[in-house]
């Protein structure tokens, strides 16, 4: 089982629909989650971070953690063709390691 | 520096080569990671920094590999005897703190290798 799984799309959702990205991870210790998103060629960005279970919004994203299902997600809302783009899963192995999933592909139809 | 900076960007080398590859953090990151990058993969482990010490390089794949950050600041991934396995993208990374407390690395633009 690998320490984080994600979905590796892609996932095709037409402009202005809610976009529903989710990763699963192994390590009941694991404390910190992240969310990157990566375009084609590029390094990965930081899009956010949670630490406590339930919501945490930040413009049109949406992080949701559920600890004892060991499940995180990225919801988008309004998705743009902007959006389009692979977004990475990170989770803390121990105290100093991000450990990130393959990515999901998401593409937005104009 | 504003953000992460890697040198060079690209780098084509033929098999047996050695390369070096160089990434100076964001001012003030005492905590600096490599990581290597293949195609349609999330980013993979391969060592991590804090201060001058490697703290953990349970990512290295072999004896190949090493890495230095003599000072603390800029560090340098050195690959010997490239295969062409090792052809990636070879990220490095930066943060204030470690992940545990909930702060974020981040990502230089990457150095594409190439080994051919």
């Known amino acids: 089982q690998k320490e984080v799984e994600q979905n590796s799309g892609p996932l095709s959702v037409p402009e202005g629909a809610i976009a529903s990205l989710n990763c699963t991870y192994s390590d009941r210790g694991s404390q910190s989650f992240f969310w990157y998103r990566q375009y084609s060629g590029k390094s990965p960005e930081l899009i956010m971070s949670?630490?406590?279970?339930g919501d945490k919004e930040d413009g049109r994203f949406t992080a949701q953690l559920n600890k004892a299902s060991q499940y995180v997600s990225l919801l988008i809302r309004d998705s743009q063709p902007s959006d389009s783009a692979t977004y990475l899963c990170a989770v803390n192995g121990g105290t100093y390691k991000y450990i990130f999933g393959t990515g999901t592909r998401l593409k937005v139809l104009a | 520096g504003a953000g992460v900076s890697q040198t060079p960007s690209n780098k084509v080398t033929e098999k047996g080569k050695y390369v070096e590859l160089r990434c100076d953090p964001i001012s003030g990151h005492t905590a600096l990671y490599w990581y290597r990058q293949s195609l349609g993969q999330g980013p993979e482990f391969l060592i991590y920094f804090q201060g001058t010490g490697a703290a953990d390089d349970s990512g290295l794949p072999n004896d190949r590999f090493f890495a230095v950050r003599p000072e603390g600041s800029v560090s340098t991934l050195k690959i010997q005897r490239t295969e062409r396995g090792d052809s990636a993208v070879y990220l490095c990374?930066?943060?204030?703190?470690?992940?545990?407390?909930?702060?974020?690395?981040?990502f230089g633009q990457g150095t594409r290798l190439t080994v051919v």
């Open positions: 990374a930066s943060s204030l703190l470690t992940p545990a407390s909930g702060i974020s690395a981040f």
């Open positions: 949670i630490y406590s279970n």
